[in-house]
């Protein structure tokens, strides 16, 4: 068996490629606002039956440059920004809160689409996250108290104990307070592109840029 070779491969990887004709972006097909461009993909992703097309890829960096990456779920859209909520003592939030920039792309492989939103990031306000916290299943709001989220635990027993303590904790109050450590972030975009797949792999990237307060369009190639 040759160096790094697994014994066994039920994968052809080389040989997995999808051919992407199912549309085309040009200029012209652009909406007015990167964010109406980017809700409109939503909503055909939403439309095409794709599994949580509000999932997105979201990449942070460390104050030395060391990247990271996780899924996290677009809460909020519109021209400000694309929001999303989470712990702020995660390793995501410790990284925003060094290094105030993140990207972000929804993969929407159905539609042989990405979007990628890269910007600066800012909390939003704490009424923003109230709102939202409000319209969370109690479950979810318990666990978000619960969990210490990105910090090792001893175990899954651990996790339970402390869901279990929350639900004690809070068995007499009907509603759950937003914990101290949970919150949104905004991504305020600074560049916004929009690929869709072609044929031959000469692809469409349409991308609006931030130059000053004017946003420019202009086409990467493939
Ligand atoms: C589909 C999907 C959606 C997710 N949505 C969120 C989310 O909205 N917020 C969040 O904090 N974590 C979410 N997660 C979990 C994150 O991917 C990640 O594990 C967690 O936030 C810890 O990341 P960190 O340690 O890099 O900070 C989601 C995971 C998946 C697979």
Same mark, same amino acid.
């Given at each position: 068996m040759a160096d790094g070779e697994l014994t066994s491969v039920a994968i052809d990887l080389p040989a997995m490629r999808v051919s992407y004709e199912q549309g085309a972006l040009y200029?012209?097909?652009? *909406? !007015? !606002?990167w964010a109406q461009q980017l809700q409109r993909w939503l909503d055909d992703a939403r439309r095409a039956g794709v *599994?949580?097309?509000?999932a997105m890829v979201l990449a942070t960096a460390n104050p030395d440059g060391v990247p990271s990456s996780r899924t996290v779920l677009a809460k909020g859209l519109d021209e400000r920004g694309v929001v999303f909520f989470t712990n702020y003592t995660s390793t995501k939030s410790h990284d925003l809160m060094s290094t105030r920039y993140a990207s972000a792309t929804f993969p929407w492989y159905d539609l042989h689409r990405q979007a990628t939103v890269r910007g600066t990031v800012e909390k939003v306000s704490p009424d923003e996250t109230a709102k939202y916290w409000a319209s969370r299943p109690r479950g979810s709001q318990l666990g978000a108290w619960a969990s210490p989220q990105s910090s090792v635990v001893p175990g899954r027993q651990a996790l339970d104990s402390a869901l279990a303590n929350i639900q004690r904790r809070f068995a007499d109050t009907d509603v759950v307070p937003v914990p101290p450590h949970w919150g949104g972030w905004r991504i305020r975009p600074e560049l916004v592109e929009f690929w869709q797949g072609r044929a031959d792999r000469m692809h469409d990237r349409l991308r609006f840029k931030l130059i000053g307060d004017t946003w420019q369009i202009e086409r990467v190639a493939p």
């Amino acid at each position: 068996m040759a160096d790094g070779e697994l014994t066994s491969v039920a994968i052809d990887l080389p040989a997995m490629r999808v051919s992407y004709e199912q549309g085309a972006l040009y200029e012209s097909d652009l *909406a !007015t !606002t990167w964010a109406q461009q980017l809700q409109r993909w939503l909503d055909d992703a939403r439309r095409a039956g794709v *599994a949580e097309p509000n999932a997105m890829v979201l990449a942070t960096a460390n104050p030395d440059g060391v990247p990271s990456s996780r899924t996290v779920l677009a809460k909020g859209l519109d021209e400000r920004g694309v929001v999303f909520f989470t712990n702020y003592t995660s390793t995501k939030s410790h990284d925003l809160m060094s290094t105030r920039y993140a990207s972000a792309t929804f993969p929407w492989y159905d539609l042989h689409r990405q979007a990628t939103v890269r910007g600066t990031v800012e909390k939003v306000s704490p009424d923003e996250t109230a709102k939202y916290w409000a319209s969370r299943p109690r479950g979810s709001q318990l666990g978000a108290w619960a969990s210490p989220q990105s910090s090792v635990v001893p175990g899954r027993q651990a996790l339970d104990s402390a869901l279990a303590n929350i639900q004690r904790r809070f068995a007499d109050t009907d509603v759950v307070p937003v914990p101290p450590h949970w919150g949104g972030w905004r991504i305020r975009p600074e560049l916004v592109e929009f690929w869709q797949g072609r044929a031959d792999r000469m692809h469409d990237r349409l991308r609006f840029k931030l130059i000053g307060d004017t946003w420019q369009i202009e086409r990467v190639a493939p």
